[in-house]
């Protein structure tokens, strides 16, 4: 089975392939996946997803599309300019709501890597649990494991002909950490912080102020460090 890693060079990303990286061997049948739908960051994320690459000797794949940005630039600026997006409400996750994108992404990548003599492909992503008051996985639909069944199903039948049935397995390797849990894995784990890229902006340094980057220091600060 073929298994390709959606693979940003973000926090989640690095410890979802470290762990991996001691149950899995990267060297077969394995590639990081970073798909360029030009974002801000783009170019900062794709250094971080290379450093990554060489330190677990996994190959890499990019994927360079142009049409989310076509779709989304009106609404969602901020993604693709690199804008700070400030949220009043922490609980309220809507402003950072990019419409589809992990559809798009798996969509994307499962047209791209299709290959008919390999029927059976596993995508990963590094989508994480959240603490939410109501017991919820995830406040985006598209991060969790419900959808991670339905897209299965839907690319299975999708990619498949009469004669060649496609089968796709979706998952999270960190879906059952919280960020904050991340961060103690990064620690736990030796994984140095200041070469994963998690921030909306394009570089050359973390901005500091956008969701990721107040999530990481936040988690960082509770930790005294």
Same mark, same amino acid.
């Given at each position: 089975?073929? !298994?390709? #890693?959606? *693979?940003? @060079? ?12 001691? !149950? ?5 049948? #394995?590639?990081?996946? #970073?798909? $360029? ?12 997803? &290379? ?7 996994? +190959?890499?794949? +990019? &994927? ?10 009106? !609404? ?5 300019? @690199?804008?700070?997006?400030?949220? $009043? ?11 589809? +994108? ?14 008919? /003599?390999?029927?059976?492909? /596993? *995508?990963?992503?590094?989508?994480? +649990? ?13 991060? %969790?494991? $419900?959808? #991670? ?13 009469? !004669? ?21 894995? %990064? ?19 973390? %901005? ?11 988690? &960082?600060? /509770?930790?005294?460090?």
């Amino acid at each position: 089975m073929k !298994t390709y #890693f959606l *693979f940003s @060079g973000g926090l989640d990303s690095v410890v979802a392939l470290d762990i991996l990286s001691k !149950t899995e061997n990267l060297h077969r049948d #394995f590639a990081l996946v #970073f798909v $360029d739908y030009k974002q801000a960051a783009a170019e900062m994320e794709y250094k971080s997803v &290379l450093h990554w690459a060489q330190k677990y000797g996994a +190959r890499t794949i +990019r &994927l360079d599309v142009r049409d989310y940005e076509h779709l989304l630039i009106a !609404t969602n600026p901020w993604i693709f300019k @690199g804008n700070v997006v400030r949220v $009043d409400d922490p609980s309220n996750k809507d402003a950072l709501f990019l419409p589809g +994108r992990n559809i798009y992404l798996l969509s994307i990548a499962a047209v791209a890597l299709y290959n008919n /003599r390999e029927p059976n492909t /596993r *995508f990963l992503l590094a989508t994480h +649990r959240e603490d939410l008051p109501d017991g919820g996985y995830n406040t985006h639909g598209d991060c %969790c494991p $419900d959808f #991670f069944r339905a897209m299965e199903a839907s690319l299975s039948l999708g990619m498949s002909t009469p !004669t060649r049935p496609m089968r796709y397995e979706i998952t999270s390797v960190v879906k059952d950490y919280t960020k904050a849990e991340l961060i103690d894995l %990064c620690a736990e784990r030796d994984i140095d912080i200041s070469k994963v890229w998690s921030c909306y902006g394009a570089g050359p340094e973390p %901005c500091g102020e956008c969701q990721h980057c107040l999530e990481i220091n936040a988690a &960082l600060g /509770r930790k005294g460090l």
